[in-house]
């Protein structure tokens, strides 16, 4: 079509940066990290999943030394959807700055979060799941859910931390399976 004369080809650390996303919305939006007593399912807990898990991966990344290119361009990509589905809800062009100003603001202060609670032990990473994970929730996570969640974070890290880097950066990446140890609740 003549149109697509005019449309930019995507670098091939663009084209990577997308495949890679849609694997982090995949494992993102896993049900059961929605289960009941989890993360909430609503928009808030969507966008924390999904910055949840590009924060690993770019974490992986970091830590492999990867090309700068690449996490620059999987951040692109989490905000260019994030505008998109700004936009789809009805978000106007005068707010739309402002409110992506404030979910890349939240993505810095998750990952920062995420990064000590990783750094430490299993009480700092539990306390950055409460503040941030789970901080819309209601009624108030259980400490079994929290620390089920920070399990999940460091399997999820352990994880990709034994991939191969040039795999995540062709955008193969493979996330582990989402089982979420919940205690058994008391009658």
């Known amino acids: 079509m003549v149109f697509n004369f005019f449309r930019r080809r995507k670098s091939p650390a663009e084209a990577a940066a997308n495949s890679l996303y849609a694997s982090i919305c995949a494992a993102a939006r896993e049900p059961a990290l929605f289960a009941p007593d989890l993360i909430p399912d609503n928009v808030d807990g969507r966008f924390d999943a999904i910055v949840l898990h590009t924060h690993l991966v770019l974490r992986r990344l970091s830590a492999a030394k990867a090309p700068e290119e690449f996490g620059q361009a999987l951040f692109d990509t ?18 739309l700055g402002k409110e992506i100003k404030k979910m890349a603001q939240g993505f810095f202060g998750r990952a920062e979060a995420y990064e000590l609670g990783l750094r430490g032990d299993d009480n700092d990473l539990a306390g950055a799941v409460r503040r941030n994970l789970l901080a819309t929730r209601e009624p108030e996570a259980s400490d079994g859910a929290v620390m089920a969640l920070a399990r999940y974070i460091r399997r999820q890290a352990d994880h990709l931390a034994s991939q191969d880097t040039s795999d995540i ?13 919940l205690p058994a609740t008391q009658p």
């Open 78 to 95: 989490l905000f260019a959807d994030m505008d998109q589905s700004l936009r789809e809800i009805g978000i106007s062009d005068v707010v």
């Open 169 to 181: 950066i062709a955008g193969k990446v493979d996330f582990a399976a989402p089982a979420i140890d």
